[in-house]
């Protein structure tokens, strides 16, 4: 049986031939996105910035795209606009959560906004009724915004105490270093580019870690088992020869979720356009950086080769010789 193989048996690139300059490009993209979240910030959604949601209910459909245009129309900022689905509903009701971001100096939006917002759907669903309103403070989403970045320091903290416990520090910390680059180069692009940064957002970030390191494993994986095989070999060529052994697996995987998370991008919507968007960066950028930061800085820092010496010691005295 025939095997689709992107990357023939055999392939010797040399990924490592300019290992130093593709540490300088990453240290200098890191920088940019450091300076550009610095001067531009992020464009923090309902989430961090605190507002409220309320949540509608009428006998009418639920065009959410006529909500949208309604409320953008009233000039309120960011706002958000999802369809309630429950299996209980009847076919007479249906439910709606409208999220508008807390307008500047206020700890909640006012009653005089709300009842602008209430008037602006009653045009589309005359009888549209606020079941609930429902505000968040500046001070809780600030403590929420803590919160996620803590979320993701402790889940990059929790990588490095495995990867030091399955291979070596120095595998530790080039996966670490790697995840850190991905990390801060996502949210340098999303300070540019000016793209809301939610929730959502926050899981992507994690699902971002997630990705990097499983790509990095493997990767790892290889070169741990090659560094056993070949004892005598420079670690460069070691490094070199496991990549090569599982590009063909990597790039299999990068395209088959890219070709998913791009039909999402076209066809999922405005909701999930952010979350989409960060995680087509971070398939890219893990990629990446599982082969030209997590190698490299594995080459940079050296490892030692004696995995197997008491084994090898072992059969050599069996033989009659010596290691």
């Excluded at 549209?128 to 500046?138: D, M, T, W």
């Amino acid at each position: 049986m025939r095997h689709l193989r992107l990357v023939k048996d055999g392939t010797a690139f040399d990924f490592f031939r300019h290992w130093k300059m593709w540490l300088g490009i990453s240290a200098f993209m890191i920088v940019l996105a450091m300076v550009s979240f610095g001067l531009r910030g992020l464009n923090y959604g309902i989430d961090f910035r605190g507002g409220t949601t309320i949540r509608t209910e009428s006998t009418q459909p639920v065009d959410v795209g006529a909500y949208r245009d309604a409320i953008s129309a009233l000039g309120l900022g960011d706002s958000t606009i999802s369809e309630v689905f429950d299996p209980s509903f009847g076919p007479d009701r249906n439910v709606a959560m409208v999220r508008i971001q807390a307008q500047d100096d206020q700890e909640a939006v006012t009653q005089e906004t709300i009842a602008a917002v209430e008037g602006a759907l009653q045009e589309i669903a005359p009888d549209i009724q606020f079941v609930s309103v429902e505000s968040v403070g500046p001070k809780v989403s600030g403590e929420l915004i803590q919160t996620a970045f803590l979320a993701v320091g402790l889940a990059i903290a929790a990588v490095l105490i495995y990867i030091w416990l399955r291979f070596e520090w120095q595998f530790a910390l080039g996966a670490v270093l790697a995840l850190v680059h991905d990390v801060l180069l996502t949210i340098g692009v999303f300070s540019e580019v000016g793209i809301k940064f939610d929730l959502a957002i926050i899981a992507a970030l994690l699902t971002i870690v997630g990705y990097s390191l499983n790509d990095t494993v493997v990767v790892f994986d290889r070169v741990r088992e090659n560094l056993i095989k070949y004892k005598k070999r420079p670690l460069k060529e070691v490094l070199n020869l496991s990549i090569n052994e599982t590009l063909s697996r990597t790039i299999m995987t990068s395209l088959t979720t890219l070709l998913a998370l791009f039909s999402l991008f076209a066809l999922g919507g405005d909701v999930i356009r952010g979350f989409v968007f960060a995680m087509i960066w971070g398939v890219f950028v893990g990629t990446y950086s599982s082969i030209f930061v997590a190698s490299a800085i594995l080459l940079w820092l050296g490892v030692k080769r004696d995995w197997s010496k008491p084994e090898a010691e072992a059969e050599a005295k069996a033989a009659g010789t010596s290691v």
